[in-house]
């Protein structure tokens, strides 16, 4: 949070030594803490979600325990002292006992919520981490009318009286922070809740300890190496299933070892979990009631068999999903840590023990379907991201702003109770506002097979590799040009008064110009996130992208304060804000790296949008930093000569590949993946070089060649299991087509299969231009010579308007260019393509041999 | 009352015929089993993009009427089927769709049905791009593909292209899962793009070509032989089967076929001519016989400048030749009157009955600039009278000296006319 710089951080620290128990300080907390009987940890909170289940909001929320009251008059007392707190989170509780300020509805507790805040972004996350520090007075109390700033003292009388949120608590012997995953009870009488076996038993000694165990992938039961027969010698790698299973699929009845008399099996969190006796759940923030006891907010992770499409069959056991789904429970209900990973960690978690799961997709629980779980790594950066932590953030304590500001948004859709279910309705999708709702309903309802159970091949790899998508690693190549921009934005941002400058990047399209910015710019972020870099506002856009030139500006506001004005008073407001008057948005005094791509788009008659923006950096105090991104060299020149000279001092210039550096591309792409023949990356890559040094042509080359591959090996396979010559390697052969395909225009084949009366035409038409010299011929004569020749060579006549028929068709292939087909004779006929091109493909036609001698 | 049982047979196998005319599915079947199709190749690719999540784009190239549509339309009713829940489809069409405030709207409209999401018509174009690229996202995520279908590619090609570019650059983002599938008739019309957004187009071309005779010949059989099940009585099938295959047999068949590929060979224009045949079908007899294709080629083969030719009265045809004479005198323009001066010295030297006033004449001289036998030299000059406006013959010589021989009722003074001209 930008805000704690420098001397809003004094409030923090006032708020410090009020306050008893400070945010990062851990919480030590003893389990014996009085658990009164109404306290008990509920159970039947978290909606059961059977197969059968409908969307059960109201199940969920029927329930009577007696925490509700206090809980809502916590909420009550919230209110009144921070009106910005009608935030939809806290509606989710108060469902079925509605605190009697906000009724509002959701949508206009929304729109109020926007009236209320500043022009900021993180506000609706204020009052959330709010709580322990008393609001800094500058910030919030001019636009919030109901805390005036004389409340001040007597919120902080109250202070003990109200939640306060912790990063990470110490609860019960273990520290559970905000993001982790937990085990928590589901019922409180649960058979043997109370032991908790930290190893498994091998099942067929049932015995724990001693020795390695290896774990079925089918029934997930563990078995020491030296029980199972035949013995391992050690952890089989890949799948691995104990004898038990395997004789179960293969149809053979095989008993399971029983267990010795008078012992009880106990089973391990993860049975239970996956027995739905457990739940699991991840954190998503902590914190302490008025009266003492520790709560938490979770978000529900589901089992396969709970979800409406049940347990799939390429499910695997140890598979969760995650939900949108959140409730608010007690730590006493909190049994232990678990991990739920992503399927990368989950891959390279080879022995993390017995907790492990496996988390990939998302499951809605209104709308009964999944969504994959979107990899953040992947995503550009959010442009106001860099500002959400502190400056120094390296110093010990983080306020717990980014996980809320994660769920704000995600939280939504799950508040909504039936009567906002129905404004869902009303609001459009494609509107601004309903965008927010609307798109929870795409899902799908059943996981496809073919997405999981796919084992890809070499050359399925390398398509997915060579796809233009793909974020490569590593940049190669364009080491000069990165380091250049990298230098150009650090010493605009880190100079303390940041001096307009302008850098002006052109080369031809495919040349890596954005990426590097953008690469260049994640660096930066990275910098920043380990704390050597001051903060700074990245705004990124494109020309193309935009409705009207004028549009950026509006774009530019946005961006920056949040709000949507029309593009005049956008202007009006960035002019302000950069000749050093009224500043917009929180980040005040950041500087601003402006991104515009396709800059020549931006080009209006008296080209005032380019001078605009181009002018702003010259100003004081203007912190602006403009890179601008286009094709052409000398735009600048092509300028007026106000603006050339704003923008003109600063270039570079990104040339095409040459084909080592293409080469070097590709490779870095494939490696590890043994899809390629040397030679026909060689092949590939000089022939893009020679044409045009695009890399993005020469990347979808290969993968077109990829591809013929993958089509030919599938087709053979089809056919025959035989394998035949280069089988499932790209040679040759296959960029080769692959080049033809792109660079070869298909008029000649079109040409070739014309019918008979098309390529007369066509060859009186190159016999005209070489008789007259001049490109342009009449219909009337052509179809004069038409028709001599076919009488001379006994064709059958064809009629006047079938010939004009056919010119008409040719003229709409383009093979011809053709004026409108009404002029009849007086049509003007012109070859689109070298008289050459007609002569090679009419040449030899077998069904008109005489032809040839008019060519 | 066996000849109306016949009948009814007959009509019915008429009603198979033409329902089987008129299913593009049905047409291109053939397809489906052999590998190298444009099908096959289509539908790998596509289904090979919803499976293995990536983006692509291709371009349909080919003449009209050669089953580019109908193609796309058979690989998305098969992914349809092997994918229920996966695929979402945008159609756009470059005649209605070219302006690109409109199209992105529409994709936000075709978007909103189809996933049962309210849809504003006042959104703006910036919310309809948005919610565009964040449907990408939201579908890619749910391993849904969305299809875009853009027909008459080459008009989305016009002006900055502004749709294309956030098209083609919203499939480079990994999330994102979705085929760009333009059909165009224009051979060049990857090269219309605009550089940057050819450099992110992925120029996948699939060429669509004529089929050869060989193809229309079993194209024909495969249409209209009629097999055991189509719930027509047996000994039917056998009788009708024997006499098409004793027709396709005939030489006079092979040229009638031939005559009809030399001017266009495409699928299409075989369909219309095999619905002819058909629709001319002996209902009595109940079978297809020579006759039937003999007429429909005639019927395909109409010359309607000839036909309107033909129904010209005298005084229409002596001002066809007036013009003519005019335009063989090298008079490069010419209007009504020079023409009523030439016509009245016709008159005067032949003295024929053929002698009409002024107005008369004038009246077939609109009569003949509506069928477009005749049409003004320029555009210009639209305020002049229509007497002194230059004007210009459409049709060629060799056009007015065949129907004036086929005209039976035509003075010989006007073949004369034009003998003397012609050959003089």
């Keep these: 949070m930008q805000k704690y710089e420098n001397g809003s951080a004094n409030g923090r620290q006032t708020a410090r030594t009020l ?38 909001r109201s199940k969920s929320k029927a329930k009577s325990s007696p925490a509700k009251p206090i809980a809502a008059s916590a909420e009550v007392q919230m209110d009144l002292c921070t009106p910005s707190k009608a935030t939809p989170k806290r509606k989710s509780k108060s469902v079925t006992s509605p605190p009697p300020t906000t009724p509002a509805t959701p949508s206009t507790v929304r729109r109020s919520r926007r009236l209320l805040d500043t022009p900021t972004k993180a506000n609706p996350e204020a009052p959330v981490k709010a709580t322990p520090t008393p609001t800094s007075k500058g910030k919030r109390a001019a636009p919030s009318p109901k805390t005036p700033a004389q409340r001040e003292p007597k919120r902080q009388r109250r202070q003990p009286k109200k939640r306060s949120y912790y990063r990470k608590v110490v609860y019960d012997g273990g520290e559970f922070e905000v993001g982790d995953d937990v085990y928590v009870k589901r019922r409180e009488d649960a058979e043997s809740d109370a032991e908790d076996p930290e190893a498994e038993e091998c099942r067929v000694c049932f015995r724990s ?57 106990v089973r391990t969190a993860k049975e239970k979990l996956l027995a739905s006796d457990l739940w699991a759940a991840r954190i998503e923030s902590l914190w302490r009631e008025p009266d003492g006891t520790f709560w938490a907010k979770v978000r529900w992770y589901i089992i396969p068999e709970e979800t409406a499409a049940g347990r799939q069959t390429h499910n695997l056991r140890r598979e969760l999903y995650r939900t949108n789904d959140l409730g608010d429970i007690e730590m006493e209900t909190i049994l232990r840590h678990c991990f739920v990973m992503n399927p990368k960690e989950f891959r390279d978690a080879n022995d993390a023990g017995d907790d492990v799961f496996y988390c990939e997709y998302e499951y809605d629980i209104h709308w009964h379907n999944f969504k994959r779980l979107a990899d ?140 590097s910015v953008l690469a260049v710019m994640r660096r930066l972020r990275s910098e920043f996130d380990s704390g050597t870099l001051r903060p700074y506002c990245f705004i990124e856009i494109n020309g193309l992208k935009l409705a009207s030139p004028e549009n950026i500006y509006k774009v530019i506001y946005e961006q920056l304060s949040g709000h949507r004005v029309g593009w005049k008073k956008a202007l009006h407001y960035l002019t302000e804000h950069f000749s050093g008057g009224t500043r917009i948005g929180k980040q005040a005094n950041q500087p601003i790296v402006l991104l515009i791509d396709e800059l020549d788009l931006l080009l209006t008659r008296n080209q005032s949008v380019l001078y605009n923006i181009l002018d702003w950096p010259t100003k004081p105090n203007s912190n602006l930093v403009v890179i601008g991104i286009a094709n052409t060299m000398d735009l600048p020149e092509k300028l007026l000569p106000r603006i050339s000279s704003r923008m003109g001092i600063q270039r570079l210039c990104f040339g095409p ?67 035949n010559r280069g089988d499932g390697v790209v040679c040759m052969g296959d960029i080769e087509a692959a080049i033809q395909e792109v660079f070869q225009a298909p008029h000649i084949q079109v040409m070739k299969n014309c019918p008979k009366f ?44 079938t010939l004009l028929k056919i010119c008409c068709k040719l003229g709409e292939s383009k093979i011809i260019l053709c004026e409108e087909g009404s002029k009849h004779k007086l049509q003007k006929l012109q070859l689109n393509y070298p008289s050459d091109d007609v002569t090679f493909a009419l040449k030899e036609s077998p069904d008109l041999p005489w032809l040839s001698k008019y060519l | 009352m066996a000849a109306a049982a016949a009948e009814s047979v007959a009509s019915q196998a008429q009603a198979v015929l033409r329902a089987r005319l008129c ?122 593909t969305i299809l875009f279908v853009l027909e008459e590619f080459d008009l989305f090609a016009q002006g900055k292209q502004r749709l294309l570019y956030s098209l083609l650059d919203a499939m480079q983002s990994l999330t994102s899962q979705a085929v760009v599938i333009g059909v165009s008739c224009r051979l060049d019309a990857d090269q219309l793009l605009e550089k940057r957004v050819r450099s992110r187009f992925s120029h996948r071309k699939l060429l669509f070509v004529p089929s050869s005779m060989d193809d229309i010949q079993r194209l024909v059989e495969h249409l209209l032989m009629l097999a055991k099940d189509s719930g027509l009585p047996a000994k039917y099938i056998t009788d009708y089967n024997a006499r098409l295959t004793n027709i396709f047999g005939d030489k006079k068949f092979k040229g009638i076929l031939n005559s009809l590929m030399e001017a266009d ?138 129907s004036l021989k086929l005209n039976t009722t035509c003075p010989a003074v006007l073949q004369k006319l034009l003998d003397r001209e012609r050959y003089m």
Excluded at chain 1, 376 to 382: G, N
Excluded at chain 2, 394 to 402: D, G, N, P, V
Aim: aromatic share 8%; net charge negative.
């Design chain 1, 19 to 56: 306050t008893p128990s400070l945010p990062s300080v851990t919480v030590h907390f003893k389990s014996t803490f009085p658990p009164s009987s109404a306290f008990l940890p509920v159970a039947g909170e978290r909606p059961r979600m059977d197969l059968s289940a409908t969307p059960s």
């Design chain 1, 209 to 265: 300890g001693g020795g390695v165990m290896v774990e079925c992938d089918m029934c997930l039961g563990g078995f020491h190496l030296r029980c199972v027969r035949p013995p391992l010698r050690r952890v089989p790698e890949g799948d691995w299933s104990c004898q038990y299973c395997e004789a179960e699929r293969a149809g053979k009845a095989m008993e399971r070892p029983k267990p010795p008399e008078g012992k009880r099996i």
């Design chain 1, 376 to 515: 953040i790594d992947d995503e550009p950066e959010t442009k106001e991201d860099p500002s959400d932590e502190p400056y120094n953030a390296n110093t010990d304590y983080i306020s717990d702003t980014d996980e809320d500001s994660e769920y704000d948004e995600e939280e939504e859709p799950t508040s909504c109770s039936l009567a906002r279910r129905n404004q869902t309705h009303e609001l459009a999708a494609n509107s601004r506002k309903g965008r927010i709702y609307g798109l929870q309903k795409i899902g799908i309802r059943k996981i496809p097979e073919h997405v999981r159970c796919h084992q890809k091949t070499e050359l399925e790899k390398a398509k997915a590799t060579l796809l233009l998508a793909t974020l490569p690693k590593s940049l190669p190549c364009r080491d000069k040009e990165m380091e250049e921009i990298s230098t150009f934005v650090k010493d605009a941002i880190c100079n303390d008064q940041c001096l307009g400058r302008c850098l002006y990047i052109h080369g031809v399209p495919g040349t890596g110009k954005t990426m």
């Design chain 1, 657 to 723: 590949y040459n084909f080592r550096q293409l080469q070097e591309i590709i490779i870095s792409r494939l490696k590890g993946i043994n899809a390629f023949e040397e030679q026909a990356i060689e092949f590939a890559s000089r022939k893009v070089a020679a044409m045009s040094g695009d890399a993005r042509r020469a990347l979808e080359i290969c993968r077109r060649a990829a591809e013929f591959a993958d089509y030919r090996t599938k087709q053979s396979g089809q056919a025959s299991l035989t394998c």
């Design chain 1, 758 to 801: 098309g390529k007369v035409i066509l060859v009186a038409m190159v016999h005209e231009l070489y008789k007259s010299g001049l490109g342009e011929v009449m219909f009337d004569k052509l179809a004069s010579t038409v028709f001599s020749w076919c009488h001379v060579n006994r064709e059958l006549l064809p009629g006047y308007d």
């Design chain 2, 23 to 144: 299913d593009p599915s049905f047409v291109h079947s053939a397809l489906r089993s052999s590998p190298d199709t444009n099908y096959s190749k289509l539908k790998y690719l596509v289904s090979s993009s919803v499976s293995e999540a990536c983006n692509n784009s291709v371009l349909l190239l080919g003449p009209r009427g050669c089953g580019k549509a109908a193609v796309v339309d058979m690989v998305l009713d098969d992914l349809k089927k092997e994918h229920p829940d996966a695929i979402s489809l945008i159609r756009l069409n470059g005649m209605l769709h070219s302006d690109d405030n409109c199209a992105m709207k529409e994709i936000a409209r075709q978007l909103c049905l189809e996933h049962q999401l309210s849809f504003s018509k006042m959104a703006s174009s910036d919310d309809n791009t948005e919610f565009m690229i964040d449907m990408l996202r939201e579908c890619g995520l749910a391993h849904k």
């Design chain 2, 265 to 402: 060979p495409t699928t299409s224009n075989i369909l219309r001519f095999l619905f002819r045949a058909v629709s001319y079908m002996d209902m009595e007899s109940g079978f297809l016989s020579m006759e039937n294709f003999v007429s429909a080629l005639s019927s395909m083969q109409r010359q309607p400048k000839m036909d309107s030719l033909l129904d010209l009265s005298i005084l229409e045809l002596y001002i066809l030749v007036c013009m003519y004479r005019l335009e063989d005198k090298e008079q490069s323009s010419y209007n009504f009157t020079s023409i009523m001066k030439e016509y009245r010295s016709i008159q005067e030297a032949y003295k024929t009955s053929d002698k009409y006033a002024s107005t008369v004449c004038f009246r077939a001289f609109e009569h003949l600039l509506d069928r477009e036998l005749i049409s003004f030299a320029d555009s210009k000059g639209r305020n002049q009278a229509l007497e002194y406006r230059p004007v210009k013959l459409l049709i060629s010589s060799r056009e007015l000296a065949q």
